[in-house]
Every structure is written in C-alpha cells, then in structure tokens.
Nanobody, 121 residues
C-alpha cells in the first residue's frame, strides 16, 4: 500500500502565498518523479510542476517565476511553494509520485486525494 497525504491548501487573497506538502508513505523501494497537477472547475487536470530524483524541474508556463517545487528525499516529501497567487490559480491540487514498490517491480503512478486552493480577487 502506498499513500500520498497532502496538506497546505486553503483560501488566500490574490498576491498571497501558500505552501503545499505531500508526504509519501507505505511499502516503497524507491520514489522517482514527484510533482503537482491541478484541476480547475470545468477544466482538465493539468501539470503544474514536476521534479525528478536528481532534482531536474519542469514548470507549466502559467506558474513559472511564481511557484517553486522542491523535495526532501529523506522525508519522501514534495513541496510546492506558491507565491503571487492569482484567482486563476484556484483549483484542486493533486500530488503524484512515481513509486517502485520492490527491487524487481516496475514503477507506478500514485496520487494524493487533492487539496483545494482558492485565490480570492
């Protein structure tokens, strides 16, 4: 069993900041890529940011310069620091992790339950 538990969402005024955290736990051999997706009402889920085990990072154009993704491998945790938030950042944010459960298995994607971020204008 692999669990991803997110925290840090909430309501913030435009221009404010939030920090999301996602801790991975369970039967894990290794964690590869980690990241955050988001889904706004009536829209498809979209990538916000990803980070590889080696620290290579990718951002959606819409969040570049405002969001920062990081990970603590010792804690199996990924973070998303969100600054200069805009109303269009309002969405449910989902964390994901590509997890290998045993030395002989292939990696699979696991998802958190989602955390709501609401940015008021």
């Amino acid at each position: 069993q692999v669990q991803l538990v997110e925290s840090g969402g909430g309501l913030v005024q435009a221009g404010g900041s939030l920090r999301l955290s996602c801790a991975v736990s369970g039967s894990i051999f290794s964690i590869n890529d980690m990241g955050w997706y988001r889904q706004a009402p009536g829209k498809q889920r979209e990538l916000a940011a990803t980070i590889t085990t080696g620290g290579r990072i990718s951002y959606a154009d819409s969040v570049k310069g405002r969001f920062t993704i990081s990970r603590d491998n010792a804690k199996s945790t990924v973070y998303l620091q969100m600054n200069s938030l805009k109303p269009e950042d309002t969405a449910v944010y989902y964390c994901y992790a590509k997890v290998t459960r045993t030395r002989l298995s292939l990696p699979n994607d696991y998802w958190g339950q989602g955390t709501q971020v609401t940015v008021a204008s």
